[in-house]
């Protein structure tokens, strides 16, 4: 099955690596003593709790759309049946 929301997950997976490299840069800067830390720290916490969230609600979608395909394929094997 080759659709839109299969390429939405994967370009969502194609993010990964950066949002952790971004992730890695801000604790590398944090324990340096950069003198933003404070800021640096509430941007990465944002990062992450908005990167999570994105990810729940992408599996959600997911989730509800495989459950709408499959009750459409029982019908259509319903309508298949009774045809015969």
Known sequence: MNFRPQ????????????????????NGLIAAGHFAAPDIRHKMDELSKDWDDLMMQ????????????AKHKVKDRHRACRLI
Request: net charge neutral; glycine share 6%.
């Open 7 to 26: 390429k939405l997950d994967i370009e969502l997976q194609g993010h990964q690596p950066v949002i952790e490299r971004v992730l890695n840069t801000g």
């Open 58 to 69: 992408s599996a959600s979608r997911r989730t509800h759309l495989d459950a709408s395909l």
